[in-house]
């Protein structure tokens, strides 16, 4: 048997995290089991399915790289087969027309209630003559077997039973004539030969009425395996309406798509104690029988962890390119300064993530505008002139440009004019890129280059007497 998994979004919102893990996992298990994984928009629900969320979901899953082999093939471009198993169910009596108004589905349910049962159909058109006319307005139910119990064995849950008594006569086709979720996902999965559904725990009750609707048409039934659900940090369960964060935006705040996906796939499957995952590895090791029954509380702190790890070992041209391509997007002209790898090179190991990375390496291709108001009256007092012109002298006669040179003429300076060091390199900080936070000045020095070291503490030195002569 091939194997064949399906990642089946309804595009009312954006694509987040839970639907990247089902996305995920049901993309890992086709990989590692040599199969084909396929992409269907499930957009019959032509009032709540939006475009821009079919772009966040075709957008969020190319960058995170999880490629589909089939697809996308979206529903309401299939209606036509819809309508001709639904043509034949009704022939065969698998289905049935229903006139009931939404008065009388409302009366009917409020009289269940009263006598103390579950709320659901009452079966009033199940067994209507046909040929006697009726009104325009009509759904199209399915005949849910009346006795019987649907049982399955679901890869994450073990066994699950289900009473058809409890089981209502699905809608399979609205009165517009849009076909349903439930029917069109079974004839879907009938048709793309799906083995495995990997979806959200929120879709077990709808199983057994698929179940049922695949056995009417005679055909085998997947294999299920619903994962539980994902809280966001204050245990509330995420969902694209309310507390959902697109993808796309973890991009944006710096995240690199292999961070992302590690750990992802952590949010509910484990491999012993392991925490690092390549994609390889992920391929090789991923199987549905390790996964939890617990839900999984998303946890910020864990995922920087891991995008600095991802930061300091995917290969030097990766992240620079990554981190050239986010620069540009933040208008910051990389074309003059020093080379990025050098910076990815000497510094990488500070950061959490690809914007902290930019906001840090901004100052070495951007001279600041205006200096901070807090750190002028403390740093660039008229004292700081004298530090500042010895400095330039020095900096200006070294012959050969190394950060281990300019450390060392640091500590000489800071002898020569009886300054501490440590004050030096704040004022030096300072006076050449407006931060009081820094890597090494000694390594800030080398990387910005002797021209533009120079030519900024000219414009402190320049800046700091104006302001004093002013005074
Ligand atoms: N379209 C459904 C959803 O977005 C998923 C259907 C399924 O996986 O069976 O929740």
Same mark, same amino acid.
């Given at each position: 048997?091939? #194997? ?61 790289? =999880? ?17 001709? #198993? ?5 022939? /065969? ?13 409302? *009366?009917?349910?409020?009289?269940? !209630? ?17 040929? @006697?006319?009726?009104? !325009? ?21 073990? !066994? ?15 009165? &517009? ?19 495995? #559904?990997?979806?959200g725990e929120d879709h077990i009750n ?22 539980? +659900? ?6 509330? $369960? ?42 390889? *590895? ?16 998303? &946890? +910020? /702190? ?14 030097? &041209?990766?992240? @620079? ?21 050098? =910076? ?12 902290? +990375? @930019? ?5 070495f291709y951007e001279e600041f505008k ?16 004298? %530090? ?32 501490? /060091?440590?004050?030096?390199? +704040?004022? =030096?900080?300072?006076?050449?890129? &407006?931060?009081i936070y820094s890597p090494s000045i ?10 533009? %070291?120079?030519?900024?503490?000219? $414009? ?12």
């Amino acid at each position: 048997m091939k #194997v064949k998994t399906r990642f089946a979004p309804s595009p009312t919102g954006d694509l987040h995290i839970g639907s990247v893990r089902t996305a995920l996992y049901s993309w890992l298990f086709a990989k590692h089991n040599n199969g084909k994984f396929i992409l269907r928009i499930e957009d019959t629900d032509v009032e709540r399915s939006q475009h821009f969320s079919i772009n966040s979901i075709l957008e969020g899953l190319k960058w995170l790289g =999880l490629n589909w082999d089939e697809g996308p093939y979206f529903q309401t471009n299939r209606l036509k087969r819809y309508q001709e #198993v639904i043509n034949i169910m009704l022939k /065969k009596g698998d289905a049935y027309r229903c006139f009931c108004s939404s008065k009388k589905l409302e *009366e009917d349910r409020k009289e269940q !209630k009263r006598k103390g049962f579950k709320a659901r159909y009452s079966g009033t058109c199940r067994n209507l003559d046909i040929k @006697t006319t009726f009104p !325009k307005d009509f759904v199209i139910r399915f005949k849910n077997p009346i006795s019987g119990k649907v049982i399955f064995n679901d890869r994450i849950r073990g !066994k699950i039973i289900f009473d058809n008594s409890e089981l209502d006569d699905v809608i399979i086709q609205r009165s &517009n004539g849009m076909p349903t979720y439930n029917f069109c996902v079974v004839i879907d999965d009938l048709d793309m030969k799906i083995t495995h #559904v990997i979806r959200g725990e929120d879709h077990i009750n709808n199983t057994p009425r698929q179940i049922n609707i695949l056995k009417s048409l005679g055909a085998k039934i997947p294999i299920y395996a619903h994962l539980s +659900m994902i809280l966001d940090e204050s245990g509330n $369960k995420i969902s694209k309406r309310k507390n959902a964060r697109n993808i796309i935006e973890y991009r944006k705040d710096g995240f690199l798509p292999e961070a992302l996906l590690n750990y992802i796939v952590r949010l509910g499957w484990s491999y012993g104690n392991q925490e690092i995952f390549s994609i390889f *590895e992920m391929q090789k090791l991923f199987n549905l029988s390790s996964i939890s029954k617990s839900s999984s509380i998303i &946890n +910020m /702190k864990k995922l920087l962890w891991i995008n600095k790890y991802y930061i300091n070992h995917l290969p030097l &041209n990766n992240i @620079t390119h990554i981190l050239k391509e986010y620069m540009q997007d933040q208008n910051i002209d990389i074309n003059h300064g020093p080379k990025l790898e050098c =910076l990815v090179t000497f510094l990488r190991d500070r950061f959490h993530t690809i914007q902290e +990375m @930019t906001e840090c390496f901004r100052c070495f291709y951007e001279e600041f505008k205006i200096f901070n108001h807090q750190r002028i009256e403390k740093y660039l007092v008229l004292d700081s002139c004298y %530090v500042l012109e010895e400095a330039y002298k020095k900096i200006n006669n070294l012959s050969i440009w190394n950060n281990i040179l300019i450390s060392e003429m640091i500590n000489c300076l800071s002898v020569e004019i009886k300054v501490k /060091k440590i004050k030096i390199n +704040m004022i =030096l900080r300072v006076a050449i890129i &407006n931060d009081i936070y820094s890597p090494s000045i000694s390594l800030v020095i080398y990387l910005i280059g002797k021209k533009e %070291v120079l030519s900024r503490i000219n $414009k402190t030195l320049f800046f700091i007497k104006s302001l004093y002569i002013k005074k």
